[in-house]
């Protein structure tokens, strides 16, 4: 039995217009016409716009619950990790048993979530293409990208107590063995699921969602993912994107270090110690008092050192452009800097004529002293009015900006426009004006014909 699609998003193409509705059959879609029309008569783009925005629409409600379980997983993980450290209980106890059962449900139920989503993909590629076989949308880059996510937010903690070897270093850089939980190897690529929130971002951007932005990027060959999403969402808010960032990249980082050390020494057991290795690695600092003893956490630290890098350059971005004057402030800046240097320029010229004044009656007079006192005065001002001068070009000079130019070059084109049209215009009054003389030609020499046969 067919059941009709209640959409807000059926509407945009019209059910009172005589387009078929969007409908699902034993959970294949199908477009079913209205009563009394042909099957296949009304399929057009309206259909699928329908449908296109249905599968929009539940495929971001799918990745909205995909999320929600991947971090209810983390925070499970999280917290039975925690109380092992803390020894609340050991792997062995039901309390661990019971809260692991539950990231495998947890994780089983992302699984499904994640291969619906997929399915929704592909189904929106097929009505995006035209497609009838959803066997044409498989790729085989697609496939392994389907495998490779589903393999990697399948790896939890499974119920157990699993121990294996850890190689670890001491202060005198002396390798030793140490036994610890599979859990820890396991628990660290759990976070890896935070990709999730990546693709949750994008799906619900206004770019992203917007049809005029959406064929506003198609025109201009724009591919709407999520690395067009994040350079939009810097552009418009860089500070709150990078505290965000830089602070969960920091609390994850720390909470890893500690995992990867806490089965050394009693030093990473204070969730502070691990906060500031992760710190001063992250800073580029490095004072050496605390520092990691397994390879895991080595790992961690190469990688907040890498991550600290990155971060540190996009800060030094973002803060030159804050600092960086605005267009009308330039202009208004500039503007002062002028008045300024217009004032200066009249000062030094009218130095220059006292001072040289002063040098022509010292002459006269004979006083040499107070001659060569106002040269010196008449040489510092020529050199002030020449410095005036650079400045003042050099004012010109960084005036003229890529805007500047454009504009110049819009003004230059709208007057050569209106130069051809005059031209244009002059050419045709002289083309109707030697028309005009070309038929009084002609009406002279018919009259001078009909005087001449007169008189003959």
Known sequence: MSTVVEDPGIPLVGRNGGFQM?????????CQ?????RPGKYENVGYRLAKRKELFQRRKVICDFSLGFALVGIVLMVIETELCIAGVYTKEDTPSLLIKTCITISTVTLLGFVVW???????????????DDWRLAMSSGRICRIALELVVYAVHPIPGNYDIPWTTFDANTEPKSETVPIDVIISIP????LNLVCRVIMLHSKLFTDASSQSLGALNRIHFNFKFIFKSMMTLYPEYILLVLMTSAFLVASWLLRACEVYHDDVHRNFLNSM???AITFLSVGYGDIVPHSYCGRTVAVLTGIFGAGCTA?????LARKLELSRAEKYVHNFVIDVELDKR????AANIVKAGWFVYKNKKLGRCHTMRKNQRKLLKAIHSIREVKQEQRRLVDSGVTL???FKSQNTLNTGLQRVETFHENLEGRITYMEQRLASIDNKLDGLFSYFSQQRS
């Open 117 to 131: 989503y997929h399915a929704l993909d592909i189904k929106l590629f097929m009505c995006d293409n035209s497609l």
């Open 345 to 348: 320029y009249k000062v030094a």
């Open 33 to 37: 016409p209205p009563t009394g029309k």
């Open 190 to 193: 759990m976070f890896l699921r």
């Open 276 to 278: 500031w290795l992760i």
């Open 403 to 405: 805007v500047e130019m």
């Open 22 to 30: 969007y409908t699902e059959v034993d959970g294949l879609s199908q």
């Open 314 to 318: 996009l800060v030094v971005a973002v």
